[in-house]
């Protein structure tokens, strides 16, 4: 059997978002700014998507720009928030621990130019409150960029609350939604988001293509000089067929949502009851606030990188965590930020269903995966310390 549980990473596309794209691959593949019928059939198409897309957020056509992904759209939504904070002599920006590295890293170069970035302490259950964010804004608060829910450990956060106060005392709020959008239904103006990325290749959608929505009067800094494109801030030739497939994606998920979430979250909790059996074994992230499709385990004794590899050829595709940070020795910095010791944070095993999962992979995870732990268990010298008390256990 093979089992594709690593949706956090990337999606399979769906059969909607392919047959969206293929016409504007085959005939209308004319370029948005041509004159002439073919470019304007694509401009047509370009201005459709834009304003489904804008339907499916709960915003104007003209607060979506296009960008290249999830990545680009964290990148100029901070960038431009610093930016416009600093004219007024705003310098100082609020963030987790736990974001995805496109944010992060954004704000150590940030940092670099002068701002001040106060990231907030994540509690142990992976989320924060509204009311460390209302107690951290000062008169000199210029961003505060938080994640819908964390890539790693699934936790989602308490973003209308976090943007009815930041609405309340005038800051700008931005929200990393790539894990969020298409999977939990989201409307920008009735919870108060100012800025919000997502990126397609999650729901099912083309790699290569994502949003950055920003409120009317935001200015967006331009990352990529060039042309008029996207009311001129962003250049480049629109990536017409990604455009339509993403389009095409997040309509489907967005109408899907219920159905989806009810189907995908019963599976997710089989799957959690079952390897919770596993000994000395932990689940990060929220019990209850957390994504449909998340599991998130560590398990003493044992690193997550040769569980990776024995699940791979058991047919189980799974992550340790973020994409990123798979392939590094470093312990990750989401299991770090909620307090997992650096000999927890080695052994983690991240399972990410979709709505094309089963019950039987399900159940043949159930199967194998505590098989796989103890078979490595049994070949670890750590595991040899803990049961002969030489170190002691920090899992129950
Ligand atoms: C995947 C992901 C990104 C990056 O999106 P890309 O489209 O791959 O650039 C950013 N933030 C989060 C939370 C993600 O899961």
């Known amino acids: 059997m093979q089992v594709y549980a690593d949706n956090a990473a990337t999606t399979k596309m769906s059969s909607t978002a392919i047959k969206a794209m293929m016409p504007y691959m085959e005939s209308i593949y004319g370029n948005p700014s041509s004159l002439h019928s073919v470019g304007q059939e694509a401009a047509e198409a370009l201005y459709q998507a834009r304003e489904q897309i804008a339907n499916c957020l709960g915003c104007l056509p003209q607060e979506i720009t296009f960008t290249s992904g999830g990545s680009e759209a964290d990148n100029q939504a901070i960038i431009s928030a610093a930016r416009f904070g600093a004219r007024k002599g705003k310098k100082h920006i609020i963030s987790t621990a736990f974001e995805h590295h496109a944010v992060l890293h954004t704000l150590k170069k940030l940092q670099k130019e002068g701002f001040e970035v106060e990231l907030l302490d994540v509690h ?236 039987e992979e399900v159940d043949y995870m159930i199967e194998k995966i505590p098989e796989v732990v103890e078979y490595l268990r049994n070949m670890s010298p750590v595991w040899r310390d803990l049961i002969t008390g030489k170190k002691q256990f920090i899992l129950k």
Not at 128 to 148: F, G, N, P, S, W
Not at 224 to 238: D, N, S, V, Y
Not at 244 to 266: Q, R
Not at 307 to 326: H, M, N, V
Request: charged letters at 20%; a negative charge; one cysteine or more.
């Open 124 to 359: 142990e259950n992976g989320t924060i409150t509204a009311k460390q964010v209302e107690d951290a804004i000062r008169e000199d608060t210029c961003l505060v960029t938080i994640m819908y829910a964390n890539n790693e450990i699934g936790s989602i956060l308490p973003i209308p609350e976090i943007g009815a106060i930041c609405k309340e005392k005038g800051v700008l709020f931005h929200t990393d939604a790539v894990q969020a959008a298409g999977h939990i239904s989201i409307n920008v103006k009735e919870q108060n988001i100012d800025m919000l990325s997502l990126s397609a290749h999650k729901f099912h959608g083309p790699k290569g293509i994502g949003v950055l929505y920003a409120r009317k009067g935001i200015p967006l800094t331009i990352l990529i000089e060039g042309g008029a494109q996207e009311r001129g801030k962003r250049a480049g030739t629109e990536n017409i067929p990604a455009i339509m497939g993403m389009s095409a994606a997040f309509c489907e998920s967005c109408s899907n949502i219920e159905e989806n979430s009810k189907k995908i979250s019963a599976l997710r909790d089989k799957l959690i009851d079952g390897l919770s059996k596993i000994p000395h074994s932990i689940l990060n992230g929220d019990s209850e606030s957390r994504l449909p499709g998340n599991v998130h385990f560590c398990f003493e004794g044992i690193e997550g990188e040769s569980l990776l590899l024995l699940l791979d050829q058991k047919g189980i595709y799974a992550s340790s965590g973020s994409a990123c940070t798979s392939g590094s020795l470093d312990p990750s910095h989401v299991l770090l930020a909620i307090g997992r010791p650096h000999e927890i944070a080695h052994g983690s095993l991240r399972l990410s269903l979709s709505e094309w999962n089963t019950e």
